[in-house]
């Protein structure tokens, strides 16, 4: 196992903080999430429930935060203080509420605005391009936008496997033979 670096440290005891917060405001001892740093493509952060059986019996959800390290790096001061809150927050969530609310619901955001002091956001504005590399343009009919696919959903589209809509227009994504 390798060492910790200084950003990873901080990025875990972010996560503590955020977990020593909640026990406090709500009067409990939650359990505190394993943090790796093993998340590839777009996305800054992940908090996961990894359910085990023993005997045919679900046992209790062991909560994991898994966190982007490429995007981290280039983001360290949002990392420390929004992404490890923000996935921290849904972990929170999952053990006070369970696992049927809504992920960036009310519960959430009041974790986030009242226990964190966070102002509750769902998606992250970093420069994914060396995170998520060559997605292959393609284009709707909207003047003068293009969408960016990845490898898998590029290579289902190419498979005649699926295809993809444009949001705005809802008209098909075609491929214009360009990666970004």
Not at 10 to 36: H, K, T
Not at 53 to 70: D, E, Q, S, T
Not at 84 to 97: D, F, R, S
Not at 145 to 160: M, W
Request: overall charge positive; aromatic content about 8%; some cysteine.
């Amino acid at each position: 196992m390798t060492a910790l670096t200084e950003l990873q440290a901080r990025m875990i005891e972010s996560v503590r903080i955020s977990i020593d917060a909640a026990n406090d405001y709500f009067n409990q001892s939650l359990v505190v999430p394993d943090v790796r740093f093993d998340l590839r493509g777009k996305s800054a952060g992940q908090a996961r429930f990894e359910y085990g059986r023993a005997y045919g019996l679900v046992k209790k959800a062991k909560p994991v935060i898994r966190f982007n390290r490429l995007l981290m790096e280039e983001n360290p001061l949002a990392f420390v203080n929004e992404v490890a809150p923000h996935e921290a927050a849904h972990v929170i969530a999952n053990q006070l509420y369970g696992r049927n609310i809504k992920p960036h619901g009310p519960e959430w955001q009041m974790i986030m605005r009242s226990v964190l002091n966070v102002e509750p956001s769902v998606t992250h504005q970093f420069d994914i391009s060396r995170a998520s590399p060559k997605p292959y343009v393609y284009q709707c009919k909207c003047p003068g936008l293009t969408h960016s696919l990845s490898a898998i959903r590029h290579n289902r589209v190419q498979r005649q496997k699926s295809s993809y809509l444009c949001r705005k227009c809802s008209s098909r994504l075609d491929y214009t033979g360009q990666t970004a």
